[in-house]
Structures are given as C-alpha cells and as structure tokens.
C-alpha cells in the first residue's frame, strides 16, 4: 500500500488505463488492491464465479456492471475514496488465514 501511496503522487488516478509509462507500474499495484477491495465486497470467488464466466459475452464494461452492480467510473471514484483512508482500515480488507 505504501508502493501505491507514493505512485499516485505522480499519476492522476490510482488506477491508470494504461500499462505503460511512467504510471505503469500504478496500474499493476493499484489493480491488485483494486481486485482485494472488490473480493473484500463480493466474495473472494466473485472473479471465478462472476465475471470471468461473462466477460467474453457481455464485453469488460457490462460484466462490470452487471456483477458488481455499478458502472467502472463510479467504482473509480468509490475506490479511490477507499485509498484515501488510513492504511490501518486498508489493510482490514484483506483476508486473515
């Protein structure tokens, strides 16, 4: 989380579109604490159960909404209020074995 933290200082979204320059490695450690706060909400089988099984058919932005219920520019937005939190409530999501 920390990695993330000091990414976004030079990106203007925790969540960039693309793979490459200098926000690139953002979009990797900030997709993997995407996929955590999104199993967190759904179900740690929601990718496997869900959207995978669909995503072909109904193309990314419709499997999107239609298993997470809402579009991916508002998740966006509510993931990013999430990453403004203390790292101590982030790290609650993740799963304890």
Request: aromatic share 14%.
């Amino acid at each position: 989380m920390k990695l993330v933290q000091r990414l976004k200082q030079g990106c203007s979204s925790y969540l960039p579109d693309a793979y490459g320059g200098e926000c690139g490695q953002l979009a990797y450690e900030g997709g993997a604490w995407a996929v955590a706060y999104l199993m967190h909400k759904f179900g740690e089988d929601v990718l496997l159960r869900s959207f995978h099984p669909n995503v072909q058919r109904l193309g990314w932005e419709q499997c999107f909404q239609k298993t997470f219920g809402q579009s991916s520019n508002d998740f966006r937005a509510e993931f990013a209020v999430f990453m403004q939190k203390p790292i101590a409530e982030q790290l609650e999501i993740l799963p304890k074995y």
